[in-house]
Nanobody, 122 residues
C-alpha cells in the first residue's frame, strides 16, 4: 500500500510557474512509476506526465510538453511537477498517482493522492 500526499498548488497568474510535490509512504519508492493527472471542472481526469521508477524515462501529454517537467527524488520518496508558462486552461485539481510497476504508462495507476488545486488567472 502506498499513500500519496500532494502539495504546492495555489493561485498563479498566467505566464507564471508552480512546482507541485507528492510525498509517498513506504520504502520501495523506486519500484513505482509515478504520474500526474488533472481534472478540470466538468471534464474527465486526464494524464499530464509520468516518470519511471528510476527516473530515466518520462512521458508527457502534448498539451504540457515543453512547459511541464516531471522529476523524482527516490531518496526522499518524492515526485515533482514543475509547471512553467501556465495558462488558464491548466486550471484543475492535480493528482499524484503510483502504479505497481516501474515502467512508465499513461494509465492503470493503482494509488492516488487527494489532489491539489491549481488555479491560473488570466
Amino acid at each position: 500500500q502506498v499513500q500519496l500526499v500532494e502539495s504546492g498548488g495555489g493561485l498563479v497568474q498566467a505566464g507564471g510557474s508552480l512546482r507541485l510535490s507528492c510525498a509517498a509512504s513506504g520504502r520501495t519508492f523506486s519500484r513505482y512509476a509515478m504520474g500526474w493527472f488533472r481534472q478540470a471542472p466538468g471534464k474527465e481526469r486526464e494524464f499530464v506526465a509520468a516518470i519511471s521508477g528510476s527516473g530515466g524515462s518520462t512521458d508527457y501529454a502534448d498539451s504540457v510538453k515543453g512547459r511541464f517537467t516531471i522529476s523524482r527524488d527516490n531518496a526522499k520518496n518524492t515526485v515533482y511537477l514543475q509547471m512553467n508558462s501556465l495558462n488558464p486552461e491548466d486550471t484543475a485539481v492535480y493528482y499524484c498517482a503510483a502504479r505497481n510497476s516501474p515502467v512508465v504508462r499513461t494509465r492503470t495507476y493503482d494509488y492516488w493522492g487527494q489532489g491539489t488545486q491549481v488555479t491560473v488567472s488570466s
